[in-house]
């Protein structure tokens, strides 16, 4: 079922700056207020020589948790049981239970316009905050990692909100400007 919603360039944009730059840890998508097109929530990059380890986490942490949106993440800074180097960008549709019933059926229907309009084929698509476990994760994307690594990574690399550098995109009704971004980033 279409939705009829359309999705900003600036969306299309933002993902292949994700997909091409590899300084950008990841990118939201959401509806604007008028529920008609699909636009930039979130686009936060990487400061010069930042391990990618945190990105996952970074993802996870921005997402509201009772509001949908598109999203992706470059999976990136880990190894895997077979001692190869896990790169991989990951695209979730979030949907969390206790958003607006409304809300949920437009996300849903206005999918296949998002994965069209940025050229994806594999969508994980999530309800709920226990799905977004790194084990779970891994387990959709049929990866086995290195547990030991990943625990060296993690210490080595704490996620560090205050490091986030966010893109301001103006396409976004009642967006939020980045230094209240990365105010509202800290409280979390």
């Not at 939705?3 to 300084?23: E, I, M, N, P, Q």
Request: with cysteine; hydrophobic share 30%; aromatic share 6%.
């Amino acid at each position: 079922m279409a939705s009829g919603v359309k999705v900003a360039d600036s969306c299309s944009k933002a993902f292949d700056r994700l997909k091409s730059a590899h300084s950008v840890k990841f990118v939201l998508f959401k509806l604007n207020k008028e529920l008609t097109e699909v636009v930039v929530d979130k686009e936060v990059v990487s400061k010069s020589g930042q391990n990618k380890y945190d990105c996952y986490e970074a993802f996870v942490r921005n997402l509201p948790d009772d509001e949908c949106r598109y999203g992706a993440f470059e999976y990136a800074g880990r190894v895997d049981s077979e001692g190869k180097v896990v790169e991989k960008v990951v695209f979730v549709s979030w949907a969390p239970s206790c958003s607006k019933l409304k809300h949920k059926m437009i996300h849903a229907s206005t999918l296949s316009a998002v994965k069209s309009k940025l050229k994806v084929n594999d969508v994980l698509q999530i309800h709920d905050k226990d799905d977004l476990d790194e084990d779970c994760i891994c387990s959709k994307l049929r990866i086995s990692l290195d547990k030991g690594h990943c625990e060296k990574q993690k210490a080595l690399h704490p996620y560090c909100p205050e490091q986030d550098e966010y893109v301001d995109h103006d396409d976004h009704h009642g967006g939020h400007h980045e230094g209240e971004q990365q105010q509202q980033q800290c409280l979390h």
